[in-house]
């Protein structure tokens, strides 16, 4: 195990030791993690906030998803490898990288100053972006990648509705729509409506305004494709007629049909992001080549995680909040 030596065996971090609001937080020393054989020790520069947070913080997983407190927050994060276990082939020490570093057990997140995560859920970060703009595409990127291209599958010329266009997931979901051609309906506030259309939204929709279902059908009388939504509950339930009746609704919020799909031919799919250290390589590649582009990014710094939780619980993050670690 090529590990560079440590000047300590602690690491500042950010960790609950019960579930709870953000008083709950603890920023403070916690032991340095240790690489096994197939992961990468990596110091973290930016970790990407990203809603799950203060939903595990809550507690709103833990029937879900294995836990073990204490819990340090955060599910990616961009930096530099330090530490390359010995079946990792594929990275050397120095390395600039980024990951969507889930694990089977939420135990050690990426709102640290050191992180171990699996050598296959890494990939070299976009040469052209900085570490704050990295750390904020794993996550997001991968969730949209796999809900449009694995789920959705959309052919050139489709329609689709996205709701809730102008936040972590839909800045990367109306790029990736854009280029398997789709025509692109999106929710989003009027202040986001340039912001939506830089992207590649055909057609923003003020929801806060307008119908949305008359909105779309105005101009597709039969429905569209496809809904991707980002958003859930009471606000997908309604939007269900704007689809087509042999059309798929994605949700990667709401992991039950809605119920206000009465139509048997449309498709339901509910799309829980997973690490993919392959497929964020390709995501590289086409950051790197300009096709894709960071999000509008908000910079805090890690000792500020728990306004930056309370941020993103208001639901109206334009782009990504990324924490600055080191
Ligand atoms: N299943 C998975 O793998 C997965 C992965 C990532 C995220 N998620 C979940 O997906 C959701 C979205 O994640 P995110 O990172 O994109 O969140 P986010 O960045 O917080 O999204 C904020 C956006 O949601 C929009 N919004 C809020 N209420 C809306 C409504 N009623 N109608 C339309 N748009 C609305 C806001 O639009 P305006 O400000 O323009 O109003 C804002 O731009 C979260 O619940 C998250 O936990 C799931």
Known sequence: MALTKQATDYMKAVYIEEF??????????????????????????????????WKIEEGMFK????????????????????????????????????TYCRKQTVKDGSFAE??????KHVA????????AQAASIPLCALTAWQAIHEAIKPKKGDKILILGGAGGVG??????????GCYIYTTASPK????????????????????????VKTKEPNGVDAILDLVGGQTLK????????????????????????????????????????????NLTEQFNKGTLVAPEIEELPLSQTAKALEKIKTQHTRGKIVLRVK
Do not use: C
């Not at 709950?24 to 990203?50: C, H, T, W």
């Not at 340039?194 to 279902?213: E, Q």
């Open 171 to 180: 800045s990367f979901a109306i790029q990736i729509a854009r280029d398997a």
């Open 238 to 281: 309604n939007t269900i007629p704007a689809v087509k009746k042999n059309g798929i609704v994605v949700s990667i919020v709401d992991r039950n049909r809605p119920s206000t799909i009465t139509n048997a031919e449309t498709k339901f799919v509910n799309v829980f992001v997973r690490p993919d250290g392959q497929q964020l390589k």
């Open 114 to 119: 050191y992180l171990v995560v699996d050598g």
């Open 20 to 53: 709870g609001d953000s008083s709950k937080l603890r920023f403070a020393d916690r032991p340095m993690p240790r690489a096994n054989p197939d992961e990468v020790l990596i110091q973290v520069e930016y970790s990407g906030v990203n809603p799950v947070d």
């Open 63 to 98: 029937n879900f998803l294995p836990y073990e407190f204490p819990i340090i927050l955060g599910w990616e994060a961009a930096g530099t490898i330090k530490g390359v276990g010995d079946n990792v082939k594929n990275f050397k020490v120095g390395d600039q990288v980024y």
């Open 192 to 215: 986001n409506h340039d912001y939506v259309r830089k992207l590649g939204a055909d057609a923003p929709i003020d929801y806060n305004k307008n119908n949305v279902v008359d909105a």
């Open 124 to 131: 070299l970060k976009p040469k052209n972006l900085s570490f």
